[in-house]
């Protein structure tokens, strides 16, 4: 089954796409995606696509910071799991943060992240983050 990923599209624009993570254990978590169809390395990434690349960084730290107030950001581009161009966009915070009732605890604060799988994000909280992420862009 094919899933639809428009529906975490937070904003386009002409080389990379910002999408919301759906597991939202580290609040405010998206993806950078690269457009380009060959795009398979961050030091194949063409002039313009590094430009742009920053500018969006910059202007999702920035709506990220207005937000939720993380204390701290890791930006990841691996590529272990899916071969193309993308970068995690991970706030990290030192205590924990209440959001819609939820307790987000960053439980590997001072160390590298690592994805609770286990955590479970309802839908209404990571297309509350979405829009609201979207609306600060």
Request: aromatic content about 16%.
């Given at each position: 089954?094919?899933?639809?990923?428009?529906?975490?599209?937070?904003?386009?624009?002409?080389?990379?796409?910002?999408?919301?993570?759906?597991?939202?254990?580290?609040?405010?978590?998206?993806?950078?995606?690269?457009?380009?169809?060959?795009?398979?390395?961050?030091?194949?990434?063409?002039?313009?696509?590094?430009?742009?690349?920053?500018?969006?960084?910059?202007?999702?730290?920035?709506?990220?910071?207005?937000?939720?107030?993380?204390?701290?950001?890791?930006?990841?581009?691996?590529?272990?799991?899916?071969?193309?161009?993308?970068?995690?966009?991970?706030?990290r915070?030192?205590?924990?943060?209440?959001?819609m009732?939820?307790?987000?605890?960053?439980?590997?604060?001072?160390?590298?992240?690592?994805?609770?799988?286990?955590f479970?994000?309802?839908?209404i909280?990571?297309?509350?983050?979405?829009?609201?992420?979207?609306?600060?862009?």
């Amino acid at each position: 089954m094919e899933i639809d990923y428009s529906k975490y599209l937070i904003k386009d624009y002409k080389y990379w796409s910002v999408q919301i993570f759906s597991n939202q254990s580290y609040l405010g978590r998206c993806i950078i995606w690269c457009k380009r169809e060959d795009a398979l390395d961050l030091t194949q990434a063409t002039k313009e696509e590094r430009e742009e690349l920053f500018m969006i960084m910059n202007k999702l730290k920035e709506a990220v910071t207005k937000l939720f107030q993380p204390d701290w950001f890791n930006y990841a581009f691996l590529g272990n799991e899916t071969r193309h161009l993308h970068g995690h966009f991970i706030p990290r915070y030192s205590q924990s943060k209440e959001f819609m009732g939820i307790t987000f605890k960053d439980e590997r604060w001072g160390h590298n992240y690592k994805t609770d799988h286990d955590f479970v994000t309802p839908d209404i909280v990571w297309t509350t983050v979405l829009s609201q992420i979207k609306n600060n862009l």
